[in-house]
T-cell receptor, first 113, second 115 residues
Framework: NAGVTQTPKFQVLKTGQSMTLQCAQD?????MYWYRQDPGMGLRLIYY???????DKGEVPNGYNVSRLNKREFSLRLESAAPSQTSVYFC????????????FGEGSWLTVV | GENVEQHPSTLSVQEGDSAVIKCTYS??????FPWYKQELGKRPQLIID?????GEKKDQRIAVTLNKTAKHFSLHITETQPEDSAVYFC??????????????FGTGTRLQVTL
């Protein structure tokens, strides 16, 4: 049972390049989330998915797209990376009906130059 | 939407002393309040949580109190140890309604426990 797994762990992009952050969970959780973490700003929600086939915007969705491929996988795509998207990205998941505990992946460190 | 404020942003205590971190929230419908600990370079990990039907919860050296009327909740760490040094985040969300519950986080408190 690996929990929430994110790839890649580290990535450097040039401005304008695109990339996809992958996330998978093996806990049979319904809800999945993408957060970004910047110094002094806590964790801010980018997008979330309540269940397979549904996605919704969070607090800071601009510049990102997501796909809930199936119950296990929830990917985050940067179509045209900008330096302002340099951040640490955390994927998370939560089991519906069993309380509100959210479990985080190990994080993806993204630098846009 | 929900807004969570957290204070202080940094806190330095001597080993053995107590540490208190305070948070306020804006949405009176919020009813779930977790606390996460994040060590340098690691993921946030849940250390304790409280729901709105209780006023206090303890787990060994850690306790959380909730005042729903005033819309604030606090984390108390007693007998602090060097391994308590980390960044602590409070969060708030509306409870399990059958849809995705979105956690709104505070901006974090960097706790340093000195020898």
């Amino acid at each position: 049972n690996a929990g929430v797994t994110q790839t890649p762990k580290f990535q450097v992009l040039k401005t304008g390049q695109s990339m996809t952050l992958q996330c998978a969970q093996d806990m049979n959780h319904n809800s999945m989330y993408w957060y970004r973490q910047d110094p002094g700003m806590g964790l801010r929600l980018i997008y979330y998915s309540a269940s397979e086939g549904t996605t919704d915007k969070g607090e800071v969705p601009n510049g990102y797209n997501v796909s809930r491929l199936n119950k296990r996988e929830f990917s985050l795509r940067l179509e045209s990376a900008a330096p302002s998207q340099t951040s640490v990205y955390f994927c998370a998941s939560r089991r519906q009906g069993g309380g509100n505990t959210i479990y985080f992946g190990e994080g993806s460190w993204l630098t846009v130059v | 939407g929900e807004n969570v404020e957290q204070h202080p942003s940094t806190l330095s205590v001597q080993e053995g002393d107590s540490a208190v971190i305070k948070c306020t929230y804006s949405d009176s419908a919020s009813n779930y309040f977790p606390w996460y600990k994040q060590e340098l370079g690691k993921r946030p990990q849940l250390i304790i949580d409280i729901r709105s039907n209780v006023g206090e919860k303890k787990d060994q050296r850690i306790a959380v109190t909730l005042n729903k009327t005033a819309k604030h909740f606090s984390l108390h760490i007693t007998e602090t140890q060097p391994e308590d040094s980390a960044v602590y985040f409070c969060a708030a969300s509306i409870g399990d309604t059958g849809t995705a519950s979105k956690l709104t986080f505070g901006t974090g408190t960097r706790l340093q426990v000195t020898l």
